[in-house]
């Protein structure tokens, strides 16, 4: 039954997200996501009379908030690196925190339950290797390894950025060989790299998802990694789908180090250190949510009503006919007949009408939002084939011509992702 409601969460979610129906439009991605959790979890449960869920609430609510927490601090470290951005996030903060919270929250449980399953699935069951040997100098190597993996691309993030995805898993690893359960490093020393293995394929199985549910929801992510901006699959590069089984490997050799240390805290002790964790990592949450917004927030979505780009009588009379959301209007006037049927039903003109949808199309345009739309209206720019005309590099200066913020910091990236797939129509500049 529980696994019944969960596929019947997503296939509402999917068809309402097509129907741009609410609340699946705004919440597509964490709907998606826990829909997939909790199905996840209950196969877990069919297979081997187990689920993280309902066996063990307390563990599973740890898992969720460590999860906010870790991910936040991937947040953190792209403040410096610049490879991904947000567009359309909801407008008041307290929703757009929310959304991060929720959606944050699945990361850990994904890929565990996901590694569980192919553990039960046998896939695969085992991967005989040659026998690692092992010690204090490969030890003293991989801490080494680790800590430059997570230092040089805080240094120079255009050269070294992929380090930053198994970074942890180098500095943890040797000493969950030595204290925690369970470690890759002591598979591998006994010949098994079956855990390793699917570890590796449940990161790729979560990061083609991810990406996949990602492309087609409102509130989404966009990348902006040097070099590799071109050939993408959804909104990943290509090669980016190999940083997943690296991150896979590094939650779990994060999660097996924080159980085998908080395991060894004499009992007493034991409430005490959560709550000061719990309490800083909101802490630290909030801090890393709070300059996000000013830096990896690119846009928020704005309705039809409140586009200061349209003239004041599309905005009150579009809305008023039915057409609330910019996707619902670009769907409606993407045809001569559609113009010329909404344009009977507003009274306005069609040649008015179609003005207006290209405004509405260079809004919505790679997540551009309203605040760079209004910004690139007084470059001229009143739609794709105006923006069409200008290379990047000029266009990110004229957009700080204008008056810079935290958020130009990787402009010019972020410009290359508009300008991308563009053509400029033959009159044009």
């Known amino acids: 039954m529980v696994l019944t409601a969960a596929l019947s969460v997503f296939v509402a979610s999917t068809a309402g997200l097509f129907l741009l129906v609410e609340p699946a439009v705004s919440w597509y991605f964490q709907l998606a996501w826990w829909s997939y959790v909790v199905a996840v ?15 063990s609430t307390r563990r599973f609510a740890w898992l969720a908030g460590g999860s906010v927490a870790w991910w936040t601090l991937f947040e953190a470290i ?44 046998g896939w695969p069951r085992t991967a005989r290797v040659p026998r690692l040997r092992w010690g204090p100098a490969r030890d003293a190597a991989f801490v080494a390894l680790g800590a430059a993996s997570l230092l040089l691309p805080l240094a120079w993030p255009d050269h070294f950025f992929p380090l930053t995805w198994g970074s942890f898993a180098f500095l943890l690893a040797p000493w969950n060989r030595r204290h925690a359960p369970r470690s890759f490093l002591r598979d591998l020393e006994r010949g098994e790299a079956g855990p ?6 449940a990161g790729l199985a979560c990061g083609v998802l991810w990406e996949a549910w990602n492309y087609w929801a409102r509130t989404k992510w966009i990348y902006t990694v040097p070099g590799l901006e071109r050939l993408k699959l959804f909104e990943m590069p290509l090669l980016g789908f190999l940083g997943f089984p690296a991150f896979a490997v590094e939650c779990l ?10 395991s060894r805290l004499p009992a007493a002790r034991v409430r005490a250190v959560g709550a000061a964790v719990v309490a800083s990592a909101a802490a630290a949450t909030a801090i890393v949510f709070r300059a996000a917004d000013e830096v990896s927030v690119e846009s928020v979505y704005v309705p039809v009503a409140e586009l200061e780009l349209l003239p004041a009588e599309a905005r009150e ?13 670009l769907r409606a006037l993407a045809t001569g007949e559609g113009l010329r049927s909404w344009s009977a039903r507003t009274q306005i003109a069609p040649e008015a009408l179609e003005r207006v949808r290209s405004r509405v199309e260079l809004v919505m345009h790679r997540g551009l939002g309203q605040g760079r739309a209004l910004q690139l209206s007084r470059l001229g720019v009143a739609g794709l084939a105006d923006l069409a005309a200008w290379d990047a590099r000029s266009l990110a200066a004229a957009l700080r011509a204008q008056g810079t913020t935290p958020r130009d910091r990787f402009l010019e ?12 129509m033959p009159d044009s500049r």
């Open 317 to 329: 009379r579009l809305p008023a006919a039915g057409l609330e959301s910019p996707e619902e209007l």
């Open 78 to 121: 792209n403040l410096r690196l610049g490879n991904w951005y947000y567009v359309m996030d909801p407008a008041q903060r307290w929703v757009r925190w929310t959304g991060g919270v929720v959606a944050f929250a699945t990361v850990l449980p994904a890929i565990v339950g996901t590694v569980e399953l192919l553990e039960n699935l």
């Open 41 to 55: 979890d209950a196969l877990n449960r069919r297979l081997a009379g187990r689920s993280l869920i309902r066996d």
């Open 196 to 201: 390793l293995c699917r570890t590796l394929l």
């Open 413 to 424: 990236r972020r410009a290359r992702v508009w300008l991308q797939g563009l053509r400029p």
């Open 253 to 262: 050799v994060v999660i097996r180090f924080v159980q085998a240390l908080a």
